[in-house]
């Protein structure tokens, strides 16, 4: 018999101990390290080795993430990185993690501790959003599979078994979105079988809300067409510009169509804990399903992404499948159905509440919105110094904690190089985006180290380079 456990275990031991230490000494001291260094050609082909048929001892392979690999990663810990909507995470949740990969709990189902904690996590979700306490939902990688776990619940109320067993057919299934939709709701109409064309992209206002009366006229059209207007998808935070959808209004309109009400909150739902953005997403509590990430403003580590389901009847029907092998018992370890592999896509799944549960726990609500809130008011700061430079301009309302601003005279070739270069030397990431067809500098400020100082030296470096 040969085990991967070793006979002593002092080695491993110090190992480990040496790696904590280098880990809490790293998030103690990031501002010291780029924000982001791209890889080196010799790096990078080290990663297209041959499989090892041998071993090598983990001292070695930890010298290799020293130098290969922890310099090299996205930088989304540091106070300096804002592009894209990235979570910053927590040293609780890191410790989590170790915590949970020492459990290696399955968590598709069975009865044990990481299920409780998992349906701890969901029942403080609906909590959070106002939704009811019978609310039931998974944890998962992230938005996009919530997105699409709630498109499967849609198209479940709206086809029933016939639907999940023979497919969708010649169903004339249609869907609605605001034209700043992510991305992933049309992806997960084409995974649902109902094509991503199936999503109407409604315009947008002069605020970036999807304009009601073209999207009244849009299910007329449809309607008129023979189709069935089946899902209405309100954003919570857009991820261009953060804008907030009118929710209440869309649930009305969804209830009057008898059509599925989904909410995308991948960030803007966590506005839920700031008192000051909470009116922003009245509404939400009406989903009938809710898609939000726990790794972004909750700065839980990656990954983190989680759906709410209001009907839970609807989420079981929408994914059980009855299996010998997977039979539950009243009683015993395979006691305690539903089971978390009944109310989505996988079987197999780690332990992802536990970092949540730390998290939620150590931290609370109120610091979590005020983080929220902090951001918010760094995103108007920012705001406020491109609006009294005479060389930046804002190209979007700032409601949020995303800022996009032009500078002017520069191509979009010119922002994009300056970006680039930010990212490259190591000073800060901000992103870009499209806005009414001019390339933008995007700063979605999510971090909870990021501080007035960076926002205020982020201006001065674009500044002096223009
Ligand atoms: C980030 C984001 C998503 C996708 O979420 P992932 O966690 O990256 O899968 C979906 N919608 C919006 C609005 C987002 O900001």
């Known amino acids: 018999m040969s085990t991967l456990d070793p006979t002593d275990w002092s080695a491993l031991r110090s190992l480990g101990h040496q790696m904590l230490d280098d880990m809490v000494d790293h998030l103690a001291t990031l501002r010291e390290s780029p924000v982001w260094r791209p890889m080196p050609a010799p790096v990078r082909e080290g990663f297209k080795a041959p499989i090892p048929t041998q071993g090598t001892p983990p001292e070695a392979l930890y010298e290799t993430f020293q130098a290969n690999i922890q310099p090299y990663i996205t930088g989304n810990l540091h106070p300096r990185f804002m592009g894209w909507v990235h979570g910053g995470g927590n040293p609780v949740s890191m410790l989590a993690e170790l915590l949970a990969g020492a459990m290696n709990a399955n968590c598709g189902g069975r009865d044990h ?162 008192p000051t953005l909470k009116p922003a997403t009245a509404g939400i509590e009406r989903a009938d399903s809710v898609a939000f990430d726990f790794h972004k403003w909750a700065q839980v580590t990656y990954d983190a992404g989680c759906v709410l389901v209001r009907d839970p009847a609807i989420e079981l029907a929408a994914f059980a499948q009855a299996t010998n092998y997977l039979a539950a018992a009243p009683r015993g370890l395979a006691g305690g159905a539903p089971w978390p592999c009944d109310l989505g896509p996988d079987l197999s799944r780690g332990f992802r509440a536990l970092k949540v549960w730390m998290t939620l726990s150590a931290y609370g609500t109120q610091a979590l919105g005020d983080i929220v809130d902090d951001t918010c008011a760094l995103a108007q700061r920012l705001a406020s110094l491109i609006t009294a430079s005479n060389r930046l301009t804002l190209l979007a309302p700032v409601k949020l904690n995303i800022v996009c601003f032009g500078i002017t005279g520069f191509s979009d070739a010119q922002t994009s190089d300056l970006v680039a270069d930010l990212q490259e030397e190591g000073l800060f990431a901000p992103s870009t985006t499209t806005l009414n067809g001019k390339l933008a500098i995007r700063a979605a400020i999510v971090n909870h180290r990021t501080t007035a100082a960076d926002i205020d030296a982020l201006v001065a470096e674009v500044l002096r380079r223009v």
């Open 113 to 274: 501790a990481g299920i409780a904690v998992e349906r701890q996590v969901i029942a403080w979700a609906a909590e959070m959003l106002g939704m009811p306490a019978q609310t039931s939902g998974v944890l998962l990688t992230g938005s996009s599979m919530a997105n699409f776990v709630a498109v499967l619940c849609a198209r479940y109320k709206a086809l029933g078994q016939e639907g999940r067993r023979d497919g969708v057919g010649g169903a004339k299934l249609t869907a609605y979105a605001s034209a700043g939709v992510h991305r992933c709701v049309p992806g997960a109409l084409d995974m649902a079988g109902l094509g991503s064309a199936a999503l109407r992209r409604i315009p947008v206002d002069e605020n970036f809300r999807m304009d009601i009366p073209s999207l009244r006229a849009a299910i007329a059209a449809d309607k008129a067409a023979g189709c069935t207007s089946f899902l209405i998808v309100g954003t919570a935070g857009t991820v261009d510009v953060g804008a907030f959808d009118d929710l209440a209004t869309l649930a009305d309109i969804a209830a009057a169509e008898n059509a599925w009400f989904h909410v995308d909150g991948a960030f803007g739902a966590l506005a839920v804990l700031s």
